[in-house]
Nanobody, 125 residues
Framework: QVQVTESGGGLVQAGGSLRLSCVVS????????MEWHRQAPGNQREVVVH???????FYADSVKGRFTTSRDSAKNTLSLEMNSLRPEDTGVYYC???????????????????WGQGTQVTVSS
């Protein structure tokens, strides 16, 4: 059974840094892409960064230059280094993995999303 687990959230003052980690376990299937999302109270969940299977990264404009992600495909991990944090970065951060499941010998497949439980990041002013 696939599990996605985040860690590393916490409370930090504005201008500080935090590092989040995500690990995907319980799957022998390949991971297509991984993403970090966040959701602030009263807001919709938004994509923070997308990392393709080839390692290409796409950051939300609001975090460009401040956040850096790193993916280790061999270990099925994804990290998020967050610097120069702002109060508006506060929210629950979720890791998402899109996994490629081959369902039969003819090559039929299903790509399915798996989410972690989220980790709270709070930035005080």
């Amino acid at each position: 059974q696939v599990q996605v687990t985040e860690s590393g959230g916490g409370l930090v003052q504005a201008g500080g840094s935090l590092r989040l980690s995500c690990v995907v376990s319980g799957s022998r299937s390949s991971i297509n892409y991984m993403e970090w999302h966040r959701q602030a109270p009263g807001n919709q969940r938004e994509v923070v960064v997308h990392v393709s299977s080839g390692g290409s990264t796409f950051y939300a404009d609001s975090v460009k230059g401040r956040f850096t992600t790193s993916r280790d495909s061999a270990k099925n991990t994804l990290s998020l280094e967050m610097n120069s944090l702002r109060p508006e970065d506060t929210g629950v951060y979720y890791c998402k993995a899109n996994i490629h499941h081959v369902v039969n010998v003819e090559g039929a497949y299903v790509d399915r999303d798996y989410w972690g439980q989220g980790t709270q990041v709070t930035v005080s002013s």
